[in-house]
Nanobody, 123 residues
């Protein structure tokens, strides 16, 4: 059974940093693309970053480029999202996702999802 468990969310002031973790199990980690999506109240879920999902290895949403960094530890079957210079508009529930063949941040390409972790950025 595929399992994705996010952690590391919380409340932070604007300009601050957080690192989210996604612990995975139930699949061959190195064969899969791992992504982070987020959903703010009243808005659609949107792609933030993914790894092993493009020709260059990673892809970022324009809104987080240069501030967020996705990384992966194959020994721990865990992916991370380092978020710096956080802004109030980054407030959302952040979801970890995995797929065998996802390419890019189109939500319909991603099969497996975690339960999400809340990130709140105060101004």
């Amino acid at each position: 059974e595929v399992q994705l468990v996010e952690s590391g969310g919380g409340l932070v002031q604007a300009g601050g940093s957080l690192t989210l973790s996604c612990a995975t199990s139930g699949f061959t980690y190195d064969d899969y693309a791992i992504g982070w999506f987020r959903q703010a109240p009243g808005k659609e879920r949107e792609g933030v970053a993914c790894i092993n999902c493009s020709d260059t290895g990673t892809r970022y949403a324009e809104s987080v480029e240069g501030r967020f960094t996705i990384s992966s530890d194959s020994d721990k079957n865990t992916a991370y999202l380092q978020m710096n210079d956080l802004k109030p508009e980054d407030t959302a529930v952040y979801y970890c996702t995995a797929d065998l063949a996802a390419y890019g941040l189109d939500i319909y390409m991603w099969d497996f999802w975690g339960q999400g972790t809340q990130v709140t950025v105060s101004s």
